[in-house]
């Protein structure tokens, strides 16, 4: 198969893309559309391709991995170094120097992963705990308990700092906290066009100079698309002599990507078309040299082990992939980055620039539209984060389902901050619907409806996502009249008996007879 034609079955041959349900007409009655998925940049669809290199695999090989007893064994245990030499490929690892960790829960398991590497939880109290820095008695006392830690102690305590921004994804916020306490994080604004801020970004680092240990940056933003100049960020951070940890899970999907001065990435499997696939960290993992383990302790990830003691593996991959690894996740993400090393990432670029300025143009054309974010379409993947002036963002996502079975996401897409400074959400507003959140009132807080294309995403989507918009603007007083707000935040029609759910496993057993 030749990589155009690769190219063309990977996004037109997807599971669930023809799928038809019933939707409402606002004339009262019922009509059949079939479904347009909007909601990539939470999950994306899998391509059949991959389904099937899936089934070829639990027909041939199904075996757990880490034994050299029989041949389905090995298998296993080269189909997943496969795919790690796949991922590393994908994002431009340099071969010897980046190295492709597996690790859980996509994106926020790597991140997780990274600062415990970064900031060992055993060592790391003093930096958390103690805004003005640390007593001698208390650190005395840590490099007493942990003396095989006193270089990475020493290391904490002289570089506690991490500068992240207020445009990223809460896992890419949230694990650096908890890893060095709110006082040593320092944010970057982005400005009004909703682009990172990088002139405050040059002044934190030279105000903090060589206490920055690490600056976590997202590749591309999750609510607007807009895309980071991650090298330029690089240069930045290493010239205070910090390392860059840079969150791709939105960039991945959508740009070709080089790790030549990148030190740490991490990707999502789930978003890269592999639904139910791991994160992945991709770095220089010397980092973990000095540590015994990072993650999980148990099977594969000894050399020996006796009732005194164990010693864990030298090769970081092993050692920190502890336990039966998610194979088939492995699998599903190896095929899909081996087929996007064959079509090539800018051929999957081409395909989405011409969408993406085909989308900006349609929704901003729309009257009583806000799309969020600069409008330059070459600044930004194929992610619309948008509202309709005097309706709720629940309402307009709903109206969506309901009418057009266009399937999109609204709220704060797990970006709080970055919302709310695109809204320019004052204090006494958010101190406001806080309150309301605390008597578990939830219809006022702030948000948006965003959509998001993938590599099957067509201008017919785009097409029928602006066809409902503009019904929906035409006909927004009756509406808005026949949905009912419930205090979870959520929409409903009135009078209208909840969707059933498309699949459970006890229906689905209960249809076999």
């Not at 607007?224 to 390392?243: F, K, L, S, W």
Request: charged share 25%; aromatic share 6%.
């Amino acid at each position: 198969m030749t990589p155009e034609a690769l190219f063309q079955s990977l996004r037109t041959d997807v599971l669930g893309l023809d799928r038809m349900d019933e939707v409402r007409t606002l004339a009262g009655g019922t009509s059949r559309r079939r479904r347009v998925y909007m909601d990539t940049t939470a999950t994306a669809l899998m391509p059949r391709m991959v389904w099937r290199g899936l089934e070829s695999y639990f027909a041939a090989s199904t075996a757990n991995s880490h034994t050299e007893a029989h041949r389905a064994g090995r298998a296993t245990t080269k189909a997943i170094e496969e795919a790690r030499l796949a991922v590393e490929r994908l994002v431009g690892g340099v071969e010897g120097d980046h190295v492709a960790l597996f690790t859980g829960n996509g994106a926020t398991g790597s991140i997780n992963y990274l600062a415990r590497a970064l900031f060992p939880p055993e060592l790391r109290m003093p930096v958390r705990r103690c805004p003005g820095g640390p007593p001698p008695q208390l650190v005395a006392a840590i490099r007493e308990a942990f003396p095989q830690g006193r270089e990475a102690l020493a290391a904490l305590i002289d570089r506690p700092l991490v500068v992240t921004t207020v445009m990223e994804h809460h896992s890419n916020i949230l694990p650096w906290v908890e890893a060095v306490g709110r006082h040593n994080v320092r944010f970057v604004r982005v400005l009004d066009d909703g682009r990172l801020d990088l002139a405050h970004l040059r002044s934190i680092l030279d105000a903090e100079g060589r206490r920055v240990r690490v600056v976590a940056v997202s590749g591309a933003s999750n609510v607007t698309g807009i895309v980071n100049p991650i090298h330029d960020v690089a240069a930045m951070a290493h010239r205070v002599g910090a390392q860059i940890a840079v969150d791709a899970a939105q960039l991945a999907p959508h740009r070709q990507i080089e790790m030549s001065d990148i030190d740490f990435l991490v990707i999502s499997g789930h978003k890269l078309y592999a639904p139910g696939s791991r994160g992945v960290l991709v770095g220089r993992l010397q980092v973990l040299g000095a540590r015994r383990c990072v993650g999980d302790v148990g099977g594969g990830m000894v050399e020996y082990v006796s009732v005194d003691d164990f010693r864990v593996k030298d090769e970081v991959t092993a050692r920190e992939e502890a336990g039966t690894p998610n194979i088939p996740g492995a699998i599903t993400l190896g095929v899909v980055a081996e087929a996007l090393l064959r079509i090539g990432m800018k051929r999957v670029e081409q395909h989405e620039a011409e969408l993406v300025g085909y989308a900006l143009d349609r929704f901003c054309s729309l009257p009583g539209v806000t799309v969020y974010g600069t409008h330059e379409p070459s600044a930004r993947v194929g992610v619309f984060s948008l509202n309709v002036e005097g309706l709720h963002h629940g309402l307009v996502a709903s109206f969506l389902d309901d009418y057009y079975d266009v399937a999109v996401r609204n709220e704060c897409f797990c970006a709080h901050p970055y919302v709310k400074a695109l809204l320019r959400v004052g204090p006494d507003e958010e101190k406001r619907y806080l309150g309301e959140m605390e008597l578990g009132d939830r219809r006022h807080i702030p948000g948006m409806v965003r959509f998001s294309l993938g590599i099957y995403s067509t201008r017919e989507d785009i097409d029928v996502s602006v066809e409902a918009l503009r019904e929906l603007w035409a006909h927004r007083e009756t509406v808005a009249r026949s949905y009912e707000a419930t205090l979870d935040g959520g929409h409903h029609l009135r009078g209208a008996p909840a969707a059933p759910p498309v699949f459970l496993p006890s229906q689905y057993v209960a249809a076999l007879g």
